[in-house]
């Protein structure tokens, strides 16, 4: 079975700050999806990644897929407060999703 | 890409009753997913919902204990049965959305056992 490893499991920044979450999958990688979560809350849809190298940005969230589909990462550009929560990274394995552990991230201002 | 509305948002319950979450669709989809997610950990699928068939349960999960409706293709049904402290977690449902959007997931019902 697929399995997603995510790396940190908790982060702290300060307001400003770059960060990078990282996401590393057991099996090559067919659709990679980022959601981001606040405490006790649904999934925010944030991208979606499926060919080798592909590379996708919305507003200060970039996210890119390595060229043999295996490992993801997410970067966050000069972080706000309203970035705070838990990130997580998806696969798609058959038409169901697998998700890593989640990364917790907090910004400091 | 879809609206999924999910209800209760929360709830508190005694141990050995049911509770029953429901999720509602703003398009018709074929698949319906239901997953739980325990306290401080990720999510893990419970159960696959088809309209017209009986849900495909994930391995530790099944039909006794979460039994599942699916009546027509905008709604879906997930029951917590005979409930018990280790059964508080948050449950979500979700679709697919579509080549752009993913899965989207409903806003969660969040579960405490007492």
């Known amino acids: 079975s697929q399995e997603l490893e995510q790396s940190p499991q908790s982060l702290i920044v300060q307001e400003g700050k770059n960060l990078t979450i990282n996401c590393t999958s057991s099996?090559?990688?067919?659709?990679l999806y980022w959601y981001k979560q606040k405490y006790g809350e649904g999934l925010i849809f944030l991208m979606m990644?499926?060919?080798?190298?592909e590379e996708k940005s919305h507003e200060k969230i970039t996210a890119k897929l390595d060229e043999k589909k295996q490992q993801s990462s997410l970067h966050i550009t000069a972080s706000q407060p309203s970035h705070a929560g838990i990130y997580l990274c998806g696969a798609d394995a058959g038409g169901k999703l697998v998700f890593g552990a989640g990364t917790i991230l907090r910004v400091k201002s | 890409s879809a609206v999924i509305s999910q209800k209760p948002s929360r709830d508190i319950c005694q141990r050995g009753t049911s509770l029953t979450i429901q999720c509602q669709v703003d398009?018709?989809?074929?698949?319906m997913f239901w997953y739980r997610q325990q306290p401080g950990q990720s999510l893990t699928l419970i159960a696959t919902a088809n309209q017209g068939s009986e849900a495909t349960y994930e391995s530790g999960f099944v039909i006794d204990k979460f039994p599942i409706s699916r009546p027509n293709l905008t709604f879906s049904t997930l029951t917590v049965s005979n409930m018990s402290p280790e059964d508080s977690s948050i449950y979500l449902c979700?679709?697919?959305?579509?080549?752009?959007?993913?899965?989207?997931f409903g806003s969660g019902t969040r579960l405490t056992v007492v």
């Open positions: 398009s018709q989809v074929t698949m």
């Open positions: 099996k090559t990688l067919y659709g």
């Open positions: 990644l499926q060919k080798g190298g």
């Open positions: 979700s679709v697919e959305s579509g080549a752009h959007y993913g899965y989207t």
